[in-house]
């Protein structure tokens, strides 16, 4: 029996009757849609890129690619900005459509679809949902990926230090500084912090509104809260001593804040005093 069945099989292959899989291509999905990026604020603009196959034995008239979102509505949360690849694109209903006219069997169409975010979108995620539709038939609609959509970003505060310096005295040469920030916005900010440095050679002799830093000739001045628009001050002293002599530069500086600061041109100042004797101070 095994010697029948070895020639048997020895027959088949010498006869070229073995069959051999053949591995079975897969037809493209109707509609496949790319999301980019996946992540917006409000006003931010993205793309969606729409590729239609017909699989069917027949022409496809009037053939649209068709966006939907699944949990709302797309149009509500989204402007249509162009869609490159479409005889023409609009919004109908609750769907954003590119045109493409009649499509053959076999035939494949891709339309890029530019979509701005309504400033008034609601922040969180939406189900990106497409479809091939044609006036003759439609195919199903499919889900895509997820868009999600993020809280408005808040605007950058551009904040601008600026330093005075004063000097007055009688037995000795006090040295007052002036350090002036203003938001010029256009958002509002926290937590702002300016470093000042007086010269070596001065004496610290008090603040107010800033905190020395122990053992170092800087002092940090901290401002929780400024609105755009908004001007505050700081002031910290030093005082000359008996050696104290020529050019005497400080310094201030933003060394903190928040949301972003877009300009750092304007972020630090300098303040030059000389010191004619120690009696005698020039600012």
Known sequence: MRLLRAALVTALVGTGLVAVPQLATAAPPSSAIELSPATVHAGDTFTVTQTLHNDRDFTVTGAKAGLYGKEASLPGLVDLVSCPGAFA????????????????????????????????????????????????????????????????????????????????????????????????????ATGIRVTGTYPAGLVYAGSTGCTRVAGTRTVNCDIPALA?????????????????????????????????????????ASRTCTALTSLIVRC
């Open 89 to 188: 694109c609009d919004i109908l209903g609750s769907s954003i459509r590119g045109g493409f006219g009649d499509m053959a069997s076999g035939e494949t169409r891709t339309v890029v679809f530019t979509l701005k975010v309504k400033d008034t979108a609601p922040a969180g995620p939406i189900t990106l949902q497409h479809q091939f539709i044609g006036e003759n038939y439609a195919f199903e609609t499919l889900d895509g990926p997820v868009l999600t959509i993020l809280p408005p970003a808040p605007d950058d505060a551009d904040i601008a230090v600026s330093l005075a310096a004063s000097a007055r005295g009688l037995l000795i040469s006090r040295i007052t500084y002036t350090v002036t920030v203003k938001n010029n916005g256009p958002g509002d």
């Open 228 to 268: 755009g628009g908004a001007t505050t001050a700081r002031t910290f002293s030093a005082d000359a001593g008996l050696l104290t002599l020529g050019s005497l530069v400080a310094t201030a500086k933003r060394t903190e804040s928040s949301p972003t600061d877009p300009n750092a041109a304007n972020d630090q």
